[in-house]
């Protein structure tokens, strides 16, 4: 599919993909060769309208230094917006990724955790996503819903609001009542969104390799990797038993906690494309008047959201990586109740580890401690260790003067990242959601209550971890771990060695080495063979010519034959070499 689509794209894609047809029809079914076929000419008309959309808001030459543009469609004929002239380019990609749909509108808020790539200006814009989506036809929810359970409506619930409460890109929300009297909240799949998103991925992934082949200044950014992280995130999204799960797995952590409530599950009800879960009734903390609240319960309800969410971070280690307004009721006794569990962050016990370490250097002013985490955190090849370390003292010294209390995380998380960006560092997948979850709270816990500031509320929970990893259990359990380790390691020693010495022996023993771009290197070279035959070819054939022409036999005409083809040749020769040239 992918060779396909590079052939559509540029002349170069499509010598590649003759090559490799010649190289491999022999050993490839006709069954196996026709269904890449078919499913890329499924997605050709995708291609086309992704390039007309992206020209349409300016982002023609994008589009052409990808060499994403072919015979087919030009961008300079596609019609384009007057007002995206006067339109910042972070701006055009926020409209084009809206108009391109529910994937790339996910991809979009993706991208909007990317704090370590994107300056302000992007990450503004595309926060501002929103897919403008039409709620299914009411006349279609039951017929859908008795699908997904396999039996009449009538059998499970007593009746089904037709009007969605909640209505998004993958998934509407309706308000319903069971056979056994509780009220509950119904999330149900959009119908055909499957077959789209997974072209729109196979795009993705084409567009991305196209991306990190042609601007080499994004290699560093690992494009092809983010899309990859990227279809993982919307898989998980788009399956309503990942967050059934994820639902249950919270439920559990906080049976005991008063102040913290998540919805009951129906597992009995749900699947993959339908979730029944118990409808909360409270007030929404978007639509609830902060200001009419007293003030003694904003400051309680601030911090139980920084004690909930840090909890779930630092001891627990996996979060909800969307706490927003529009995800969190408050109620009158005081407590909270979380909803929306498509999006849950993972930290593992060494990342939690780092983020401590991290928090209690910040308390410490601690360089040293910081720096080495900074470069365990760092993606790609290793930085500057001397340049990285003047760069962390100098952000500590500007909070040299600021009290722990007084210190937003907000800036904190942009002058790291501001730092990994002067380095060209990337941050791996799950600090990225880490970091974005973190602003998100701390934007909803300011709007709460004013005075509040997270890293101060931490402060007691990251007391209770350090005091738990000193602890005499902690040493045990983790000396009884490293010891199983190491009596593992002494048991599969020998049978390591022979197995070793028996590859030397015949030998099969191999050294993997991998040079960065190759393929780009190959490519190159392949070209340039290319260009030497056809001019070599081009020699033989004036040669030839000039021969025939001196002959008076009658068969001049072979000879102006040869001659014009001579000349289409030059003509190729001296078109892919300005081609070449110019991109």
Excluded at 109 to 126: C, G, Y
Excluded at 185 to 199: G, Q, W, Y
Aim: aromatic share 6%; glycine share 6%; net charge neutral.
């Amino acid at each position: 599919l992918m060779c396909y689509a590079s052939a559509t794209c540029c002349p170069e894609g499509l010598r590649s993909l003759r090559g490799a047809a010649s190289a491999c029809f022999s050993t490839i079914s006709p069954t196996a060769m026709i269904t890449p076929t078919l499913l890329a000419l499924r997605d050709f008309s995708r291609i086309r309208e992704i390039m007309t959309i992206l020209a349409k808001y300016g982002l023609g030459e994008f589009v052409q230094r990808i060499k994403l543009s072919h015979k087919g469609l030009s961008v300079e004929e596609a019609e384009i917006d007057p007002n995206s002239r006067y339109m910042s380019t972070p701006r055009r990609f926020r409209l084009a990724f809206e108009e391109l749909g529910p994937t790339f509108v996910k991809l979009g808020q993706i991208l909007s955790t990317r704090v370590d790539i994107f300056n302000l200006e992007w990450i503004e814009e595309f926060e501002q996503l929103q897919c403008n989506v039409k709620p299914i036809v009411s006349a279609d929810i039951n017929q859908l819903i008795e699908v997904q359970l396999g039996q009449p409506v009538g059998n499970v619930f007593k009746y089904i609001d037709a009007t969605p409460i909640g209505s998004a890109s993958i998934a509407q929300v309706h308000k319903a009542e069971l056979i056994s009297g509780e009220t509950v909240a119904v999330k149900i799949k959009r119908p055909n969104i499957d077959p789209t998103i997974h072209a729109d991925l196979r795009i993705l992934t084409h567009l991305a390799g196209l991306i990190e082949s042609e601007i080499p200044e994004s290699r560093r950014y690992q494009p092809v990797q983010m899309v990859q992280y990227f279809a993982r995130s919307l898989a998980k999204e788009t399956d309503l038993s990942v967050e059934l799960r994820y639902m249950q797995r919270f439920e559990n952590a906080f049976r005991d906690h008063d102040f913290i409530h998540i919805p009951k599950v129906y597992s009995e009800f749900s699947n993959r494309q339908m979730l029944v879960q118990e409808f909360v009734a409270g007030n929404l903390l978007q639509s609830t008047d902060l200001n009419a609240l007293p003030e003694t319960m904003r400051r309680q309800l601030a911090l139980r959201i920084t004690d909930t969410l840090f909890t779930m971070i630092l001891k627990q280690g996996f979060f909800h990586a969307d706490p927003h307004p529009g995800n969190i009721f408050i109620h009158d006794n005081g407590s909270i109740t979380l909803i929306d569990f498509g999006l849950v962050g993972h930290l593992s016990s060494t990342r939690r580890r780092e983020i401590i370490d991290l928090i209690n250097a910040l308390t410490h002013r601690d360089q040293f401690t910081m720096q080495n985490v900074l470069s365990n955190w760092a993606q790609g090849e290793l930085p500057d260790e001397n340049l990285l370390g003047a760069d962390v003292l100098e952000m500590l010294l500007n909070y040299e003067h600021t009290p722990m209390r007084d210190l937003r995380i907000s800036q904190v998380i942009n002058d790291i990242t501001q730092i990994m960006r002067q380095h060209g560092l990337s941050l791996p997948g799950d600090l990225v959601m880490l970091f974005k979850t973190l602003l998100t709270l701390e934007g909803v816990v300011k709007r709460i209550d004013g005075s509040a500031e997270l890293l101060e509320q931490a402060k007691p929970i990251v007391k209770e971890v350090l005091k738990q990893r000193l602890s005499p259990e902690h040493a045990l359990r983790k000396t009884k771990m490293h010891a199983q380790l190491l009596a593992q390691a002494a048991e599969e020693l020998p049978q390591n060695i022979i197995r070793l010495s028996r590859r030397i022996q015949k030998g099969q023993f191999s050294v993997a080495l991998e040079l960065k771009r190759l393929d780009q290197l190959m490519l190159q070279l392949d070209k340039a063979t290319n260009r030497l035959t056809m001019g070599i070819v081009t020699a033989a054939l004036i040669i030839g010519s000039s021969i025939v022409m001196s002959v008076d036999r009658g068969s001049s005409w072979l000879g102006i034959m040869g001659y014009l083809l001579a000349f289409a040749n030059s003509l190729w020769i001296m078109w892919s070499i300005w081609r070449s040239g110019r991109h």
